[in-house]
């Protein structure tokens, strides 16, 4: 081997402009509509692999064809149900199914104001805040991360695609990790977009109080031009707030939840903003619709990915790992977590989902996986084609015995590649059933498939359970008693009830 040669070539690697960065720049300079071709779309086609579930070799098998096709003509009545707008989907009165035609309603001209709007405020601002919690957060969050610099904030403003620093608040109420957030936006010029529908939601609310009145402090009067409300269409605190102070606002739709909405102006200003081309998403949700649309079983992936998971659920697997092989998928599978949990767990039943980002968590708890409680469904979100190359360079001791690597030509994407595959070889095996949904490439349009196939699988599998995917009345719980034990105005009653059941319980305390 010419280790001279493998050297120059590793540092003409390493050397290159980062795929990624080359990216966003586009991005920045050519923000305009956007249609795939043919070649794109087979190019960058989703694929759900069930080799080591569906396999009837006569080794290890876990679930038959012929169990799916028992099932089949059940899951596509649930399907049709859903298309026609029928079965338990509603929210009150409301038929939460307005993600479903989603991507065929959204205009190629809303598109088009949502990004104009992102670059008047885009072109005032330094940094961005996006607050949200749950659904107006995940989703957006995830598509940030997954399409952008692992390290965003910290290039210049050229290499973001002449783009501000994004940050999320709103999700949570550490007061350690919001002043310290606050540290990395000292001294920069803010925008802000508060995603609430009702302007209530004690998370965001504290978040949006401290964050406005930092900027009205500074800005003055001219404090709305840097504000931007996603909430209710007609009513709300947000709503009303919105229209004393005069803040540009988009809707969060009655007909879509929370966890359904990346698609909608709670995902798309923010998305924008990060220069992310919001034509493309668009279009990889309307070509998983069109492929999801049908009623062929073994045509349909959200059908079989349904049905696949309601069986091994049946079958007794109550955890799903779901892992990646890529940091900036891993975000997705976070998505993932609040997705199916929220959405199945109802009555006793559904599948704790558990993100893991492969190697690391072989490392960590893969032992289990292989040999632990066969209580696990393993599904791996494959990212196919990484942005960048990245060369194994030769060693002439080969003290750590890669050569052989490096003398086949093989890089640090073949191995990543091989950390979903040996897993799924050796879990397979080790009697954890697993299924592989291979992601082409980190575009918009791959994450756009992504995001509408579990969309509509996990309503499939709600229907399939005899619930309703679409509500989530346990999470009202944590809620009630954490405004209760705040003494909200209305709730005092509560508080008290709640703090005599507690200094009633048996006190263990070691």
Not at 279 to 285: D, K, Q, S, T
Not at 425 to 450: D, E, K, S
Not at 467 to 476: A, D, M
């Amino acid at each position: 081997m010419n280790n001279t040669r493998a050297e120059e070539q590793q540092m003409l690697e390493i050397s290159a402009p980062n795929n990624t960065i080359l990216r966003q720049q586009s991005a920045g300079q050519h923000p305009g509509r956007w249609e795939p071709d043919e070649s794109f779309v087979r190019d960058n086609r989703l694929e759900l692999d069930l080799t080591y579930i569906v396999n009837e070799s006569g080794h290890g098998v876990f679930i038959s064809r012929a169990e799916l096709e028992a099932l089949a003509p059940q899951v596509i009545e649930h399907h049709r149900q859903l298309k026609r707008g029928e079965g338990d989907c509603r929210d009150g009165k409301v038929p939460m199914l307005g993600w479903q035609s989603l991507p065929d309603e959204i205009t190629p001209e809303h598109l088009d104001d949502v990004r104009a709007a992102a670059d008047r405020l885009a072109d005032k601002i330094d940094a961005f805040v996006s607050l949200g919690i749950g659904g107006s957060y995940l989703g957006l969050a995830a598509t940030v991360k997954a399409l952008t610099h692992t390290y965003y904030n910290q290039l210049s403003r050229t290499q973001r695609g002449d783009r501000p620093e994004i940050y999320f608040l709103g999700q949570n109420t550490d007061p350690d990790y919001f002043r310290d957030t606050l540290d990395m936006l000292q001294g920069k010029r803010i925008g802000i977009n508060v995603i609430s529908k009702s302007g209530t939601t004690t998370e965001t609310a504290i978040a949006f109080r401290i964050l406005r009145r930092l900027l009205e402090e500074y800005e003055g009067e001219r404090a709305g031009e840097f504000i931007v409300a996603t909430t209710d269409k007609a009513r709300g605190a947000l709503r009303t707030l919105a229209g004393q102070k005069g803040y540009r606002s988009f809707v969060v739709p009655d007909d879509i939840g929370g966890r359904f909405s990346v698609l909608t102006d709670v995902g798309l200003f923010g998305l924008a903003m990060a220069g992310i081309n919001i034509h493309e998403f668009v279009a990889g949700f309307r070509q998983m619709k069109q492929r999801t649309d049908g009623d062929t079983f073994w045509s349909n992936p959200a059908m079989v990915h349904a049905a696949v998971r309601y069986l091994a659920h049946q079958k007794g697997k109550k955890v799903e790992v779901v892992a990646t092989n890529s940091l900036a998928v891993y975000e997705i599978t976070r998505w993932m977590e609040q997705l199916f949990p929220e959405s199945e767990g109802h009555h006793g039943y559904g599948m704790w989902v558990s993100p893991s980002m492969y190697s690391e968590k072989l490392h960590a708890n893969g032992q289990m996986v292989q040999d632990g409680e066969r209580n696990i469904l393993e599904t791996f979100l494959r990212l196919v084609e990484s942005d960048n190359t990245v060369a194994i360079p030769g060693d002439p001791d080969d003290l750590d015995g890669l050569n052989y690597l490096t003398d086949a030509g093989r890089d640090m994407n073949f191995v990543n590649r091989l950390v979903i595959d040996g897993p799924a070889y050796a879990h397979f095996n080790g009697g954890t059933p697993n299924m592989t949904i291979n992601l082409p490439r980190r575009n918009a349009f791959a994450v756009g498939q992504l995001y509408y196939l579990m969309e509509r699988s996990v309503a499939l599998s709600g229907y399939l359970a005899g619930h309703n995917p679409f509500i989530q009345p346990g999470v009202e719980a944590y809620k009630k008693a954490m405004f209760a034990l705040a003494g909200k105005p209305g709730r005092e009653q509560d508080g008290r009830a709640i703090a005599e059941s507690i200094d009633a319980l048996e006190r263990t305390i070691i």
